[in-house]
């Protein structure tokens, strides 16, 4: 697919057809990069622990989210006052 390149502004732009952004998933944001003589777009990476709520949630539902650990108590903790 040949892609003409227009002025934006400033700069200058390709305009993606729409099915090409949905087939590689490309939504609101685009990691770019040169690679040789390429420009390459590609999905961000996902922020580490981003999901971790979600898989959390999910594993509450199952009911095995129990303590791998008992609780224990530290020693003096019987003469505190809260």
């Not at 981003?50 to 020693?75: C, H, I, K, M, Q």
Request: aromatic share 4%; net charge neutral; glycine share 8%.
């Amino acid at each position: 697919m040949l892609a003409t390149i227009r002025r934006l502004g400033n700069s200058q732009g390709v305009l993606i057809p729409k099915p090409l952004l949905q087939q590689v998933g490309l939504v609101d944001q685009a990691e770019m990069r040169v690679e040789g003589d390429a420009l390459v777009l590609r999905r961000p990476k996902a922020a580490p622990r981003s999901d971790w709520a979600a898989a959390s949630r999910r594993l509450a539902a199952t009911g095995d989210d129990a303590l791998v650990l008992p609780e224990f108590a530290n020693e003096g903790d019987a003469e505190l006052r809260w």
